[in-house]
């Protein structure tokens, strides 16, 4: 081998002490870019540059670190995407202990804590608390020194945790190294590492895609990201922080009020709950508390409770601790979302598209605020995925307002008598044949509106108020009108007589005549109202109203092509072939003709020129609540101006109109810097396009 050419085992070239030089000038200053870039991305919820200009910047840091690996700092932006396995998590001592808080369960509970806080203190006035909400996460310290981070721990046992350093360099909320000029020396900062709601939907979506076991709840996932000895792992799941407490602090005073410290925190870069207050007394703590309990299910993340602090740390130093505890703060909690109880027996639901749904039939457990006595096991894989048996034990989630799900067996209370699930091999209704379409997890009965129970949920829908919107025609009227055989199908609806109506139960006279007035008034509609009551499989509410808009005639409709019915804003192929599917069915045909020839009509729609679809091109979403309008209006108006309207928020998405108590979407959009519209500025674009959403 020649000796000019370098050898693998040379030593790489010493780089020239002036080329050195400038490359640490550029590498410090790209630190302090890519910081400020994050903490505006992911802790201001305010994007400071484009994506492109931050993945610029990572690349020509990364760029210069392997060309000069001396400038390979911990703190670098680069540290975030983890690092090499580890073999094992180190131990940490806490310096000082990681405490846990006492419980307050009822609102006498706050009434005693505030009194026994007051009689310690002796202080004549009320005391202000610092409120915010308890996050269902994991507690971690994370200690800086000169500004830097060089340790995060677990809280372990409070004396003891573990060193996830590699894991927390990863959450991109956390400051690798403080913003700011002036920091302490030491200084330890305590709070939540927790997963955002629509983070961990995603991940167990993914979970279950995969054929994988799915997390429990936010707090599970968020646990078992961070107990991953890979970091690229975690680096992976979208974890958050959120502090709320010193820990140690060294060569510093801080501010006299803990409401003031957080502020301060804030300033160093981190992220402070946005709910955090200060209140007087008790009777404050429990106006917060009322308060917070409304929204939290609006909440982007998980809260199972409230933190009250007397906010005055030299009161805090005067109450001190007892047991573990510190005498100035209390977790006042919530109704827990998750309870244990037997699964007596599991029935089969059909749906009003066929579905079999396997709903568990439970012993009544008070969870998440009401009494449960069903939760859905959704299908037979969940019930596979879940391994449950009839007589198990099981844990039941119920979050927020949604439906009640069993998400674990408890194996080790499973009795020796438990049966075995057994899908029906037939409609557990009407008998008929059952099928399981290829790609789906759901099993539907074939027989269409033979099925009682389709028919009935059919009827049900075709009534509700987005499609022919019949007022007073309940659910428990359609299940009687079936059931006595006065109703087979949609048009049967408009030849019902008052004596029929009459004699059913809970109709008097006056409701009876009502209800007729009711079915006669609406058979006038829109077409998009009328596409949407048919029960087309896809085709909701926004679909149909793009379809409304894009053939203005019914007769065009059911004659268009797979080609012609792509075209139409938000309709993919999928939907495209059940709507053709829809169509080509003789019986639908006679439904559709059915109904027409009873009177049900809807007004000529004419086309729309340019200059009145000024939105086109651009989708929106709509969430939240609006105090002006409802949902369905908004959405009606924005597609009336062109504009697509989706369900979700994704970087397609032109802009967000968010309502009162927007949740995960305002998250979302907020991530990805869209435009966001509250309700007056949706009122105001309104306006700019000539509509009044008064009239
Ligand atoms: O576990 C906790 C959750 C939230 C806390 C806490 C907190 O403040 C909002 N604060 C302290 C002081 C402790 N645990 C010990």
């Given at each position: 081998m020649s000796h000019d050419q370098p050898s693998l085992f040379d030593e790489l070239p010493t780089p020239k002490a002036e080329d050195l030089k400038k490359a640490t000038i550029r590498v410090q200053q790209l630190h302090d870019?890519?910081?400020?870039?994050?903490?505006?991305?992911?802790?201001?919820?305010?994007?400071?540059?484009?994506?492109?200009?931050?993945?610029?910047?990572?690349?020509?840091?990364?760029?210069?670190?392997?060309?000069?690996?001396?400038?390979?700092?911990?703190?670098?932006?680069?540290?975030?995407?983890?690092?090499?396995?580890?073999?094992?998590?180190?131990?940490?001592?806490?310096?000082?202990?990681?405490?846990?808080?006492?419980?307050?369960?009822?609102?006498?509970?706050?009434?005693?804590?505030?009194?026994?806080?007051?009689?310690?203190?002796?202080?004549?006035?009320?005391?202000?608390?610092?409120?915010?909400?308890?996050?269902?996460?994991?507690?971690?310290?994370?200690?800086?020194?000169?500004?830097?981070?060089?340790?995060?721990?677990?809280?372990?046992?409070?004396?003891?945790?573990?060193?996830?350093?590699?894991?927390?360099?990863?959450?991109?909320?956390?400051?690798?190294?403080?913003?700011?000029?002036?920091?302490?020396?030491?200084?330890?900062?305590?709070?939540?590492?927790?997963?955002?709601?629509?983070?961990?939907d995603a991940l167990n979506e993914k979970a279950r895609l995969n054929d994988e076991k799915a997390f429990v709840n936010p707090r599970n996932a968020a646990a078992g990201s961070l107990r991953q000895l890979d970091s690229k792992i975690t680096a992976s799941r979208r974890l958050e922080f959120c502090c709320y407490s010193l820990g140690r602090v060294e060569g510093a005073v801080l501010p006299e009020q803990h409401s003031e410290i957080l502020a301060q925190f804030g300033r160093w870069g981190f992220i402070i709950n946005a709910e955090s207050r200060v209140v007087l007394g008790a009777a404050g703590c429990q106006s917060y508390y009322d308060k917070l309990a409304e929204k939290r299910n609006y909440l982007a993340y998980e809260i199972d409770g409230i933190v009250f602090k007397v906010n005055d740390i030299g009161r805090q130093q005067q109450l001190g601790f007892i047991s573990r505890a510190p005498r100035w703060a209390i977790a006042r909690k919530f109704p827990a979302q998750e309870e244990m109880t037997i699964l007596d027996d599991v029935e089969f639901q059909v749906g009003r598209t066929g579905a079999i749904t396997p709903v568990a039939r439970l012993k009544p457990v008070f969870v998440g605020g009401v009494t449960v006595s069903n939760a859905t096991l959704h299908n037979m894989d969940e019930i596979k995925r879940l391994g449950v048996r009839v007589g198990d034990t099981v844990i039941i989630r119920r979050a927020g307002d949604v439906i009640p799900k069993v998400v674990k067996v408890v194996l080790e209370k499973r009795p020796e008598d438990t049966c075995d699930i057994q899908f029906p091999k037939c409609c557990?209704?009407?008998?008929?044949?059952?099928?399981?379409?290829?790609?789906?997890?759901?099993?539907?009965?074939?027989?269409?509106?033979?099925?009682?129970?389709?028919?009935?949920?059919?009827?049900?829908?075709?009534?509700?108020?987005?499609?022919?919107?019949?007022?007073?025609?309940?659910?428990?009227?359609?299940?009687?009108?079936?059931?006595?055989?006065?109703?087979?199908?949609?048009?049967?609806?408009?030849?019902?007589?008052?004596?029929?109506?009459?004699?059913?139960?809970?109709?008097?006279?006056?409701?009876?005549?009502?209800?007729?007035?009711?079915?006669?008034?609406?058979?006038?509609?829109?077409?998009?109202?009328?596409?949407y009551s048919l029960g087309i499989r896809e085709v909701g509410v926004a679909t149909a109203l793009n379809l409304q808009n894009h053939f203005l005639d019914i007769r065009v409709l059911v004659k268009a092509s797979f080609e012609e019915l792509i075209a139409v804003d938000d309709v993919g192929p999928i939907v495209a072939k059940r709507i053709l599917s829809f169509f080509a069915e003789p019986h639908n045909q006679s439904v559709i003709d059915g109904l027409i020839k009873s009177g049900v009509n809807w007004p000529n729609i004419e086309k729309k020129s340019q200059e009145q679809m000024p939105l086109t091109g651009k989708t929106y979403v709509v969430t939240g609540t609006l105090l002006h309008m409802g949902r369905d209006q908004a959405k009606g108006y924005l597609q009336g101006l062109g504009a697509k309207v989706a369900s979700s928020v994704s970087a397609k998405t032109h802009a967000l109109v968010a309502g009162e108590k927007a949740g995960s979407k305002l998250q979302k959009a907020q991530d990805l810097g869209l435009e966001i519209l509250d309700e007056n500025a949706f009122i105001e674009l309104l306006s700019q396009h000539g509509i009044n959403h008064e009239n």
């Open positions: 870019l890519l910081n400020h870039a994050n903490h505006a991305y992911y802790v201001l919820d305010d994007p400071s540059i484009p994506d492109a200009e931050y993945d610029r910047m990572f690349r020509e840091l990364s760029e210069l670190e392997t060309l000069y690996p001396v400038l390979l700092a911990n703190d670098s932006p680069t540290q975030r995407v983890g690092a090499a396995p580890l073999a094992k998590f180190e131990q940490v001592t806490h310096e000082v202990p990681m405490l846990s808080l006492d419980n307050a369960f009822v609102d006498e509970d706050m009434v005693d804590f505030d009194r026994r806080v007051s009689d310690r203190l002796v202080a004549g006035a009320e005391i202000e608390y610092a409120c915010e909400p308890k996050l269902d996460g994991i507690a971690v310290s994370l200690l800086y020194e000169g500004g830097v981070l060089i340790r995060a721990a677990t809280r372990g046992d409070g004396s003891t945790g573990e060193n996830i350093t590699q894991n927390i360099r990863t959450v991109a909320s956390i400051p690798l190294k403080l913003l700011g000029d002036v920091h302490p020396p030491v200084l330890e900062v305590r709070g939540e590492v927790y997963m955002p709601k629509s983070s961990f557990p209704v009407c008998e008929s044949r059952v099928e399981r379409v290829e790609d789906e997890a759901i099993t539907r009965c074939t027989g269409g509106l033979f099925c009682g129970a389709q028919r009935k949920e059919a009827i049900k829908h075709f009534a509700s108020r987005k499609a022919m919107d019949i007022d007073g025609l309940g659910d428990k009227i359609v299940e009687q009108l079936v059931d006595e055989n006065l109703i087979k199908s949609f048009a049967d609806l408009y030849l019902l007589k008052f004596d029929e109506v009459s004699k059913l139960e809970r109709l008097g006279e006056k409701s009876a005549k009502n209800l007729l007035t009711s079915i006669e008034d609406s058979k006038t509609t829109t077409l998009a109202k009328f596409l």
